[in-house]
Every structure is written in C-alpha cells, then in structure tokens.
C-alpha cells in the first residue's frame, strides 16, 4: 500500500486549502483513513479520520467545524478540506491507513503513511 499527500501550501490566515491522498494497492475494505499533522517540535496529532466501509467521520476539537475530511473510494482518494486557517494549523499532513486499529488517534495504529505535504499559514 502506498499512500501520496498532495495539495500542500502557503495560505493566508482564514483562506482555505484542500488536501488529497491518493491511495495505491489497497487490498483492505475495512478499516480507517486519517490525516495527521506534525508541528515543529511537535508529536504528529491526529487531524481527522474516516472510516472506509461507513464514511463515520473523526474529527480533532481543534479542527471540528472548520476541516471536513471525506473519501471517493472508487477513485481509492481521502481528501481534506481545510478553512478558516489559523498560522496554529501549520505543520505537515500526513495520511495515513490503518485495516484494523482500536484508537484512531494513535499514530502507532497506522500501518501506512504518505510522505507529508507542508501547509503554511500566515498571518
């Protein structure tokens, strides 16, 4: 399984930014897809998450109302939509999946990551 972050970039304080994660030789059906963010300095913090089969979301309170995170499975794609930006929301985002986990919010339940894209705000 190979996972690919795209959309990354610098956004102004209150602009929006949306993210995608294509995903490759998926063989599972069930299980979750997250996005997580590092902070310099930081440990990666769960962002949001979405479960393959039901759609059941996740959100971070840090994030709830303001990023919705959503899947096309046809297409093997888990996409984050991010506004009202705050420069506290930069960091990386990572993607990543996990078949079977017990606690979504827990980096080391996640057997596959992307390799981050870099959203900046500013300002």
């Known amino acids: 399984v190979q996972l690919q972050a795209s959309g990354g970039g610098l956004v102004q304080a209150g602009g929006s930014l949306k993210l995608s994660c294509a995903v490759s030789g998926r063989t599972f059906s069930t299980g979750i897809m997250s996005w997580f963010r590092q902070a310099p300095g930081k440990e990666h913090e769960f962002v949001a998450g979405?479960?393959?089969?039901?759609?059941?979301?996740y959100e971070a309170a840090s994030v709830k109302g303001r990023f919705t995170i959503s899947r096309d499975n046809a297409k093997d794609m888990v996409y984050l939509q991010m506004a009202s930006l705050t420069p506290e929301d930069t960091a990386v985002y990572y993607c990543a999946a996990a078949p079977f986990l017990h606690d979504y919010t827990v980096p080391a339940e996640y057997d596959w990551w992307g390799q981050g894209t870099q959203v900046t705000v500013s300002s």
């Open positions: 979405i479960g393959w089969r039901d759609g059941l979301t």
